[in-house]
């Protein structure tokens, strides 16, 4: 998951157990300025135990600590062409004692870096970026604002010298539009209700129109997630495309390019119904593993309460199925209706701001114009706290082992049979699917019982953990029955994409849907006697019903992968 935080939120150390309150987690706590050409470490006795100096400009938005000392920011960089808060245009990576090791410039006069960045599992990092479109390319695509404009757009750097870097991968908002004003110009549609995947180009359009400022990326679902300002959503979309997947409505993991997978926040901004929550967000993420509600997402929702003005925290949990986001009906909202979890704050931020959640159920909260850092238990009771004074977009905690190297290193999985093996020696081990910690999984190896993306975990004698392996893919054989098996049975010829089905029940109708509800296969008053053969399946989640005679329907899911 986030690499920024998630590398933190997986480590454990004696020293946070033995030498301080048990109440509170980790050792270290980042505090950077907005502006500021230093970064300073404090301690739970808030004493500075590190200072980074930084040649230079300064800090714009995001610091994070790197295992080992290293910290990677963003940096304003003289001559942007962009302007407004916060451009950068320019990311650091410097050493414990400052010294500048990667110094990459991501600024032209058609698109330059800001806000947030996210650093990889890989070594790569991933940077929001405007870009400039003209006056005649948002009349094109449909756009009524009809000026120059800033969409977004998200960029994987992969480093490649002490000042270059190769773009691996990319995404632009500019790609996934919809919009019901022009049907004789680009991207029309005649209900943007019917289009949740697609972002409506007619919704509080404006030069800076989405202004993303906070990106994350899951390791274990290869998905990004981020936070849009002025559209109060936060939003997943596919990293496992190619850049020419990604700019298209096919292809992925998900098999959808690069559309929205999911949104939240503000049913408006694609003509649904329901309730808007978010006013203002910033800092999508999603909670590390090995954190409770593991998988959930998180924004910091800057004005969640009106009066008095108050900016909370909130976490959803996307509703799933069979692995893929749950697509609404149209006009119908994302789910959950409500957020699943509220933390309100001690303050106000109207921009900036950030959480991040603890292993032991913790959660770390920045306020950012203030300047109050501090740590809230499960409860939401206070008790740890700093002021930083005012100008900290973000803050993070960190464990003694991740800032001194000392944790394992990072294990690789490999598959020997039906078991997959850490390639790494600890004390103990702990196995995540799909991001969530599997109960009891804490041999060196695993034997999955079912499909997904599996991570591992390395703890050492000093009680130090490594961090998340690389995913590793695991495909269960044939067919693997999600839910509802008690009333048929499906037989798998994943060779030839079939699958036989059989039932118990007398006489049915049945229909096999994709996850969308797509329409597959129906059948009226099926002779259950003999097998039945549904053909020609793609690799994915499929919904099934049967109704009985007596109208009776029972609904499932299974999930299809040829080997």
């Known amino acids: 998951m986030r690499n920024k935080i998630i590398i933190v939120a997986l480590l454990f150390s004696v020293f946070n157990v033995t030498s301080k309150a048990q109440s509170t987690w980790g050792d270290y706590t980042l505090v950077a300025k907005q502006n500021a050409t230093s970064a300073i470490l404090i301690d739970m006795a808030k004493a500075t135990y590190h200072t980074w100096n930084f040649t230079g400009g300064g800090t714009t938005y995001s610091s994070y600590v790197l295992p080992g000392g290293d910290l990677i920011r963003s940096v304003s960089h003289a001559g942007n062409s962009f302007n407004g808060g916060p451009i950068s245009g320019q990311v650091q990576k410097v050493d414990w004692n400052g010294n500048i090791l990667w110094d990459y410039v991501y600024s032209t006069a058609n698109y330059c870096t800001h806000h947030d ?78 289009h949740p ?40 979309i596919d990293h496992s495309t190619t850049t020419a997947e990604a700019a298209s409505h096919t292809g992925g993991n998900a098999g959808k390019g690069g559309d929205i997978l999911y949104r939240w926040g503000n049913p408006a901004a694609y003509s649904a119904s329901g309730t808007a929550y978010i006013n203002v967000v910033h800092d999508a993420h999603w909670v590390p593993a090995d954190c409770p509600r593991a998988g959930y997402l998180v924004g910091f929702n800057n004005k969640g309460i009106a009066s008095p003005q108050t ?16 697509t609404p009906a149209s006009g119908a909202a994302f789910g959950p209706s409500i957020y699943n979890k509220r933390i309100v704050t001690t303050g106000y931020t109207s921009n900036m701001g950030n959480s991040q959640q603890l292993p032991n159920g913790n959660s770390l909260i920045c306020v950012a114009l203030s300047g109050s850092i501090y740590e809230v238990d499960s409860n939401s009771a206070t008790i740890w706290s700093y002021s930083a004074g005012g100008g900290v977009p973000q803050s993070s905690r960190y464990t003694a082992c991740y800032i001194s190297g000392t944790q394992p290193g990072t294990p690789t999985i490999t598959q020997n049979g039906s078991s997959l093996i ?56 044939g067919i693997s029955i999600i839910d509802n098996e008690k009333y048929w049975r499906i037989f798998p010829n994943p060779s030839a994409s079939e699958i036989y089905l059989q039932t118990q029940q007398a006489e049915v109708n049945f229909t096999i849907m994709s996850i969308e509800g797509k329409v597959i296969q129906s059948v009226e008053k099926w002779n259950t006697t003999q097998a039945i053969v549904i053909n020609n399946l793609n690799n994915g989640v499929y919904m099934i019903q049967l109704k009985s005679v007596d109208n009776t329907k029972h609904f499932g899911t299974f999930k299809f992968s040829k080997i």
């Open 117 to 194: 960045i996210c650093p990889m599992p890989n070594g790569n990092v991933l940077l929001i970026s405007y870009e400039l479109k003209s006056k005649l390319e948002t009349d094109s695509a449909g756009c009524s604002f009809s000026n120059i404009m800033w969409p977004d757009k998200i960029v994987e750097v992969q480093p490649t010298g002490a000042t270059t870097g190769t773009i691996v991968w990319e995404w632009h908002a500019w790609d996934h539009l919809c919009q019901s004003m022009y049907p004789t110009r680009r991207n029309y549609v005649s209900n943007v209700a019917d």
């Open 197 to 236: 995947e697609l972002m409506n180009v007619n919704y509080k359009s404006a030069k800076d129109w989405i202004h993303m400022n906070g990106v994350d990326y899951n390791a274990a679902l290869n998905q990004i997630t981020f936070s849009s300002h002025n559209l109060n959503e936060i939003y997943v």
């Open 311 to 326: 900016s909370v925290v909130d976490m959803v949990s996307p509703p799933m199925l069979g692995g893929a986001y749950v």
């Open 422 to 477: 850490c390639d790494s020696t600890g004390s103990t081990y702990q196995w995540y699917l799909n991001g969530v910690a599997v109960s009891g999984a804490t041999a060196q190896s695993y034997t999955p019982t079912q499909s997904g993306s599996y991570q591992v975990k390395v703890i050492n004698a000093s009680n130090c953990g490594s961090l998340l392996s690389s995913a590793f893919s695991f495909t269960a054989a």
